[in-house]
């Protein structure tokens, strides 16, 4: 098992888990549109969240738009 | 002397506005549209979506404004609510301007904008850095870092800042699109708390300057207007109205009667009366006896 803080919550992942599975538990997809994924503060393009393992203890921040400014 | 000296909205018209006495432009039209970055818009108010009760009030307000660039921020997904506000966003077929509202260093306003990049697919980013949650006023210092970095990255950098000339002159140098002075704090509807700053910001930068914070209504709207800025921000002002359509409707008519004042060129204030009608001709009545 992996650990990994996601938006801020412990969460446990199999090991080798990738951003896909990660972003899964906010049922989000790479097809979801206006969304951005950054793993230990380095944002993550969506076309390599497949191909990005996710190590233990890694911080995934995953944000949306709201309504601001 | 009659005329009063350091009129703020009197000052000469700068590059990029029309002079006293030229014809007036149609504003709002894209006969005199706001460049920013090569980007050419022809309404001159910006909508910030911070404050609408609800998506169906915002996407009103966005209509009703003449809106074409309309901010959003960045925060962490929840599942309930994705997507939606985007959705409204493309339907209107408006431009998207992502803030970094909340970042407090340049590092975090930096990584909030290249996240926006990435869920947006623009480059243009509203740069907020601020220095506390009291005042929500610009970090300065943190503010020229992070513009200066973000430019390097490739970023069209909107600052929002103080009404500090100097500090717009620093932004600028270092590469923004546009400087977004305060008129007053975020959300305090205070109007414009120094006009002459303003005044004097307008005067030395050739960025657009888009008066960001402080508007509380119409008429503060074509105020800085008049003093020369290119375009006006609000969202409280609108977005917290009583009735949010009709001061969306108010501003948007202010914006475009201040531009249109502008330059037009008013009159020099003045200490005392300056008649407008003439005394020749005038008839002596003589000494009567009543």
Redesign the interface.
């Given at each position: 098992m992996t650990s990994i803080r996601l938006n801020g919550e412990q969460r446990e992942l199999t090991a080798g888990a990738t951003v896909v599975a990660a972003v899964a538990l906010l049922d989000v997809t790479p097809d979801t549109r206006g969304v951005a994924v950054a793993v230990d503060r380095e944002v993550v393009p969506r076309g390599s969240w497949d191909a990005t393992v996710l190590a233990e203890g890694a911080e995934v921040e995953v944000v949306m738009a709201i309504q601001g400014g | 002397m009659s005329t009063l000296d350091h009129d703020p909205t009197h000052s000469p018209a700068p590059p990029g506005v029309a002079p006293p006495h030229a014809p007036p432009p149609a504003s709002g039209s894209t006969r005199d549209p706001l460049v920013i970055a090569g980007r050419a818009f022809g309404s001159r108010l910006l909508l910030?979506?911070?404050?609408?009760q609800s998506?169906e009030a915002?996407a009103d307000a966005i209509r009703v404004s003449g809106s074409e660039l309309v901010?959003?921020?960045?925060?962490?997904?929840?599942?309930a609510?994705?997507?939606s506000?985007?959705d409204v966003i493309v339907n209107a077929g408006v431009d998207?301007?992502?803030?970094t509202?909340g970042c407090y260093t340049a590092r975090d306003a930096i990584?909030t904008a290249?996240?926006?990049?990435?869920?947006?697919e623009t480059n243009w980013v509203?740069l907020?850095v601020i220095g506390d949650d009291r005042t929500l006023l610009p970090d300065a210092p943190e503010l020229l870092d992070a513009a200066e970095r973000l430019v390097d990255d490739g970023f069209v950098v909107l600052p929002y800042t103080t009404d500090d000339p100097i500090l717009a002159r620093r932004l600028e140098d270092v590469g923004c699109a546009a400087v977004m002075p305060l008129g007053s704090p975020i959300g305090s509807g205070m109007g414009i708390n120094n006009p002459y700053n303003i005044a004097i910001i307008r005067e030395r930068t050739d960025l657009p300057v888009i008066l960001d914070a402080g508007i509380g209504t119409a008429s503060e709207a074509a105020f800085a207007m008049e003093l020369g800025c290119d375009a006006v921000l609000c969202?409280s002002a609108i977005s917290r109205a009583h009735d949010p359509n009709a001061m969306a409707r108010a501003i948007r008519g202010a914006v475009e009667a201040g531009r249109l004042a502008r330059s037009a060129g008013r009159i020099p204030r003045r200490l005392h009366a300056e008649a407008s009608t003439p005394d020749a001709g005038m008839p002596d009545f003589g000494r009567g006896d009543g």
């Open positions: - | 910030g979506t911070g404050g609408f998506l915002m901010t959003v921020a960045l925060r962490r997904v929840d599942p609510a994705r997507g506000i985007m998207v301007l992502p803030n509202a990584t290249q996240l926006a990049r990435e869920a947006f509203k907020e969202a």
